[in-house]
């Protein structure tokens, strides 16, 4: 690779419409200050931290160049993001979970039993909101197809699909396999078993990550009213409401439980100790994750819609 | 610093888009001549990714504008929206400066003044 190119590949961190304003004189600055020497890393790094910066800003995630309804959707976006870490999360939580009420002393049950509550009940809601959003999104959708073709939104919904396909055949072959195993088998008893699950768990993570992505791909795409924008912004406010209330109930079933039931907190096979078990340490860090994320594009959001509402 | 002076990203004097806007005040100048610029008048060596951020922000905001060039390496002004930003800016360090010159005993501002730009060679 020449010198040349290597250049130009530095340049790729930064957003299209940036490398077409800037590109052809920051290559030249490049080539001035470095001449026929590499990159330092240190610049390297500090190019690789600005490129994400201005990709940030044409996003609309960070500053003020774009316009309120690009950043209602951008926050909207990046809390779309931060519940696909809390399905995983929940997902987790889920497995790790169960049976949990049949090792807790009746009188100790009712902390744990709100927090768990809480969470199933938020988690439904959550997935009712998004569902509702995709309805508003729906004939924006419709009408992007119609007008300009399928083929612009085509590769991120194929990928995404086909890596969902794959997940749920996945899951198919292992619950069937797992109905024809004991609870001893199932519970780190047969170890290809036990190898298996973590690859589940990760196809599972694909399957979310590669339908968020296609869902973002799309919806940055479609030509959305300013009602159906602010619209979208007060649901994903809400998603984020219930972000909060799911990780309080988590954490008060797993504080409760850590009290009354440690014994249940230590039964999986990797645990180190009693209260903190690796599975739950995974979804706190995921739930925390989410929720600083969708804080943030929350702030984003609720401060455009006030941007407007004041303009 | 002043609201108004905040407000166009201009906050402490060893910021990229001050020593820019301090360069281009100077005369129009591309990338490297400002980098080189700036090296020489405060020290400060602005990498290309730094030196890029600051003249993408002052261009969005009016401080700064690009000259046609056939050359790959286009040239920059100042515009007067960035001469009062800069001014503001100015007058803000002086402020600070001839306040912390005062309160340190080093008399007149003009000795600390020349001292400064006899550093930068450009004392009369």
Redesign the interface.
């Known amino acids: 690779m020449s010198r040349a190119d290597r250049f130009e590949r530095l340049i790729r961190w930064y957003p299209p419409t ?1 490398r077409e304003r ?1 590109g ?7 080539e ?2 470095h001449g026929m020497n590499d990159v330092p890393w ?2 390297r790094l ?2 690789a ?3 994400s ?2 990709r940030a800003r044409s996003a609309g995630l960070l500053g003020d ?1 774009t316009s309120p309804n690009e950043r209602i959707r951008a926050g909207s976006l990046l809390i779309l993001c931060a519940w696909a870490f809390f399905m995983l999360a929940g997902g987790i939580f889920a497995k790790f979970t169960e049976h949990w009420s049949a090792v807790t002393p009746t009188a100790d049950r009712w902390i744990p039993s709100d927090g768990y509550g809480a969470v199933q009940w938020a988690g439904i809601v959550g997935v009712v909101v998004v569902l509702a959003a995709v309805v508003v999104v729906l004939p924006a959708f419709i009408r992007l197809v119609r007008e300009k073709g399928w083929a612009g939104v085509k590769t991120p919904i194929l990928r995404a699909a086909l890596v969902v396909a794959a997940t749920t055949a996945f899951t198919a072959g292992l619950v069937i396999w797992a109905h024809h195993l004991g609870a001893h088998d199932r519970n780190g008893g047969l170890l290809p078993y036990h190898l298996i699950v973590p690859l589940w768990v990760l196809s599972v993570a694909a399957a979310l990550g590669f339908s968020t992505a296609a869902a973002v791909a799309v919806a940055r795409r479609l030509d959305l009213s300013q009602r159906g924008l602010r619209a979208l912004g007060g649901m994903a406010i809400a998603l984020t409401l219930i972000m909060v209330v799911i990780m309080a109930g988590t954490l008060a079933w797993w504080g409760s439980v850590a009290a009354y039931a440690p014994g249940f907190l230590g039964n999986g096979a990797l645990a180190t100790s009693n209260v903190l078990p690796p599975a739950m340490i995974v979804a706190g860090i995921l739930m925390l994750f989410g929720v600083a994320t969708a804080a943030t594009g929350a702030v984003r959001v609720a401060r455009s819609i006030g941007n407007r509402v004041s303009q | 610093m002043s609201k108004k002076t905040t407000q166009v990203g201009l906050r402490r004097p060893n910021d990229p888009p001050i020593l820019i806007l301090t360069s281009l005040a100077d005369g129009p100048k591309h990338g490297h001549a400002l980098a080189k610029d700036i090296e020489a008048f405060a020290g400060v060596v602005l990498g290309p990714g730094a030196l890029y951020g600051a003249i993408t922000r002052l261009e969005e905001r009016g401080l700064i504008e690009a000259l046609e060039s056939d050359d790959r390496r286009r040239p920059y002004r100042i515009t007067s929206g960035g001469r009062a930003a800069l001014g503001e800016a100015v007058h803000d360090m002086r402020t600070l400066a001839d306040v912390g010159a005062m309160r340190l005993g080093l008399g007149a501002m003009n000795r600390v003044r020349k001292v400064g730009l006899t550093t930068i060679g450009m004392a009369p």
């Open positions: 940036w800037y052809v004189e920051f290559v030249a600055l490049l001035d200050t240190r610049e500090v190019i931290k600005s490129g910066v201005e160049s």
